[in-house]
């Protein structure tokens, strides 16, 4: 037998998800990439991160030892579905932004008496579409409609009985506090009077527990980070050398957030929309940052975007807490 390792004649193409043969681009992917590498500070958003492989780098991500908020939510709603449940209410309609693998919903969906309907929302259609195929399967007689889109882009909720918006994983760490402030008014002014939202956070902790989340040892979270890149050569036609990054993650104390950056190793060129920019080695673009909360420091967000907090159940450094339209 020969066990000679062979080469692929063909060196793979650079895409991240290898099924996609479309070369199309995204318009608003090109305008976002050129007003965020022109930034004095370059920036891309973090929504970038999530084509069909990068949702599947963060469902990697949180089977890692290190990455905490994932087990840490999925046991407060192990622990607490019956009285989630009970807040959360009878024939409900169940809006989830960023569901992702929509595993945790699951926890909900077992423990909730006769929702109306479970509506997933993403801006990774093709996980969407999968996910919510297998939740119907295994959930016949909850009606499950999934709507991709972008849900900071003018999102209007889905009409519904008693709708309660479930927003997990500290995804919302993951918007900028002006950007959480209006997005969170833009949907407290849809709700009615005692519809609300489920919304797991992560707790600010040991500085050196949250750079450990973020800088695995295995290297996950940096084929994640670098997943953006391989992710908008396709769909923003950039042009980057995905060599010539490399992954960078830290604590920032003053804001209390993780910031995850891009570091060029060598100077570096990436063009796209007719424009193009030099980085030199070290120069930093900054991929998310997920700023972490404490308990008031949320209840205040939330008040001032018209919330008022109800129960909150805290445990393993997250919290999960129901914040109700008065
Ligand atoms: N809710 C899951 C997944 C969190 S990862 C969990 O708790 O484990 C963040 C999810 O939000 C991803 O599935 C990503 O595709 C989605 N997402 C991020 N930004 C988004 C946006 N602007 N609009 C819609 N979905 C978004
Ligand atoms: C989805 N989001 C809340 C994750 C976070 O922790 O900010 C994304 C992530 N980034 C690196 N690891 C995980």
Redesign the pocket.
């Known amino acids: 037998m020969n066990d000679t390792l062979t080469r692929p004649s063909r060196p793979t193409s650079p895409t991240s998800d290898p099924r996609d043969t479309t070369s199309e681009l995204d318009p608003r992917a090109v305008a976002d990439l050129v007003a965020g590498l022109s930034a004095p500070q370059p920036n891309l958003?973090?929504?970038y991160?999530?084509d069909a492989l990068?949702?599947k780098l963060?469902?990697a991500i949180?089977l890692l030892p290190w990455y905490y908020?994932?087990r840490a939510?999925r046991s407060l709603l192990a622990e607490h579905a019956g009285p989630i449940a009970g807040t959360l209410g009878t024939g409900i309609t169940l809006i989830?932004?960023?569901?992702?693998?929509?595993?945790?919903v699951r926890f909900l969906l077992d423990a909730l008496q006769a929702p109306n309907a479970y509506v997933p929302?993403?801006?990774?259609a093709v996980?969407?579409h999968q996910t919510a195929e297998e939740l119907q399967a295994a959930y016949p007689d909850i009606p499950i409609r999934p709507r991709a889109?972008?849900?900071?882009?003018n999102?209007q909720l889905p009409p519904g009985t008693r709708r309660v918006v479930f927003?997990?994983?500290?995804?919302i760490g993951?918007l900028e506090p002006d950007e959480r402030m209006l997005f969170l008014r833009r949907l407290a002014d849809q709700l009615a009077p005692g519809e609300g939202m489920l919304i797991?956070f992560d707790l600010v902790k040991a500085e050196r527990l949250l750079h450990d989340a973020y800088n695995d040892p295995i290297g996950v979270t940096a084929a994640f980070n670098k997943n953006m890149l391989a992710h908008l050569n396709r769909v923003a036609g950039a042009g980057f050398d995905l060599t010539a990054w490399e992954h960078e993650a830290w604590f920032d104390t003053e804001r209390s957030c993780i910031t995850m950056a891009l570091r060029a190793v060598r100077p570096t060129q990436v063009s796209a929309g007719g424009r193009s920019w030099h980085f030199d080695a070290g120069a930093r673009i900054r991929t998310e940052r997920s700023y972490k909360f404490t308990v008031e420091g949320f209840a205040q967000v939330a008040g001032q975007a018209g919330l008022q907090q109800g129960q909150v159940w805290t445990g393993g450094g997250f919290a999960l807490g129901w914040y109700v339209k008065g």
């Open positions: 958003s973090p929504k991160f999530y990068g949702s963060f469902s949180t908020p994932t939510e989830e932004l960023g569901s992702g693998s929509s595993s945790k929302v993403d801006i990774d996980t969407l889109g972008d849900f900071t882009r999102f927003y997990p994983g500290s995804t993951n797991g």
